[in-house]
């Protein structure tokens, strides 16, 4: 089984509202990854997660807020976004963050700021 | 800069042709990966190439891994409409630590 799950789908919000994307794997794998990707652009790494652990921040602003609760668990939580910030929001796993490990991907949240 | 290379940016054929995609690089890597996506769905994963010549087939796919890892093609024979979709090649440098290096793809539209 190579199935990354995110939740929500789809999600609308307002420049002032807190909301917060979810992702769960179950395949033991112990990196876990955050991308934010335009239409018809590869995506952009955000930040890396390895054993639970931030590892690496890609200069992300503020409003973007990581969370890994567990090696499981990965969070996003949003705040005072930008209308720029509408994106496919990709969360990905792997065995290790080490190279040469290929990453999974799951399904993506559709995020539009109005 | 992109440090990944991948051409063409757009390929539009009918079924039945063949195509072929490339992914270049001056730097070199220590995998390679080869994902396909369709609209609001993420990346998967068709292939992970790691030795220098190394060649994999997935039924009419075929990917190769230039001798000296820094670039890397897809074949693909007979295309099929349901070979539509946007072709990303990614590629993990030994100092990476889990950053893996994105071409810009390729969108391929095969028509019946």
């Known amino acids: ?114 | 800069t992109q440090l990944l290379e991948q051409s063409p940016q757009f390929l539009s054929i009918q079924e039945g042709e063949n195509l072929t995609v490339y992914c270049n690089s001056s730097s070199v890597f220590s995998s390679l990966q080869w994902y396909r996506q369709e609209p609001g769905e993420g990346p998967v994963l068709l292939v992970t190439v790691v030795t220098g010549g190394e060649v994999k087939k997935l039924k009419r796919l075929t990917f190769q891994f230039g001798d000296a890892r820094k670039d890397s093609s897809l074949h693909i024979t007979a295309a099929q409409p349901g070979d539509t979709g946007l072709y990303l090649c990614a590629g993990a440098r030994a100092d990476s630590w889990g950053k893996l290096q994105f071409g810009a793809g390729t969108q391929v539209v095969v028509t019946p």
């Not at chain 1, 929500?8 to 033991?28: D, I, R």
């Not at chain 1, 018809?40 to 609760?69: D, G, Q, T």
């Open chain 1, 1 to 114: 089984d190579t199935e990354v799950t995110q939740t929500p789908k789809h999600l609308v919000m307002g420049m002032t509202n807190k909301k917060s994307l979810k992702c769960e794997q179950h395949m033991g794998h112990r990196a876990m990854y955050w991308y934010k990707q335009k239409a018809k652009k590869p995506p952009e790494l955000m930040f890396v997660y390895s054993y639970e652990k931030l590892s690496i921040n890609e200069s992300v602003p503020s409003r973007f807020s990581p969370e890994c609760p567990n090696s499981s668990l990965l969070n996003l939580h949003l705040h005072a976004l930008q209308p720029e910030d509408s994106a496919l929001y990709l969360c990905a796993s792997s065995l290790t963050s080490g190279r040469g490990y290929e990453q999974y991907f799951g399904p993506g949240t559709r995020l539009t700021v109005t």
